[in-house]
């Protein structure tokens, strides 16, 4: 399959090719053209064409690899969030809120609104 590959990129001609500092680039719509036959006599020379298909393996490759980025669906559910008081309180908090312009802001902003509690 690779082979037939090889052959039909080295048969193209050479204007849809650039050159660059001398070497010859193709373009990247070469090499994700689907190799053709001539005339395809029956269904299994089209599956040929199908398998050879560097689109085709592309996608193949970028689906396995998305498979074992994330594994499992769902794998991580249920335990991403761990309360600790003790981080909320310092970081939520009141004391930690009028701390900063920008905390003691938010303490203003919740007691014009009207609400019963203002910080953690």
């Known amino acids: 399959m690779l ?3 090889n052959q039909r990129m080295a048969s193209n ?3 849809g090719m650039y050159r660059a500092n001398g070497n010859m680039l193709r373009t990247l719509g070469q090499f994700i053209q689907r190799p053709h036959l ?3 006599t029956n269904i299994q020379s089209q599956a040929l064409v199908q398998e050879v298909s560097p689109l085709s393996f592309i996608n193949n490759l970028v689906g396995s690899f998305t498979q074992r980025r994330w594994g499992t669906r769902g794998g991580n559910r249920g335990n991403t969030y761990q309360p600790s008081t003790l ?3 310092r970081r939520l908090g009141f004391l930690a809120r009028m701390r900063s312009l920008s905390g003691r802001k938010v303490i203003r902003r919740r007691q ?3 609400r ?3 910080s953690h």
């Open 38 to 40: 001539a005339n395809p």
């Open 116 to 118: 019963w509690y203002l």
């Open 112 to 114: 014009l609104k009207g």
């Open 3 to 5: 082979k037939m590959f």
């Open 13 to 15: 001609s050479a204007s």
């Open 87 to 89: 981080k909320r309180k």
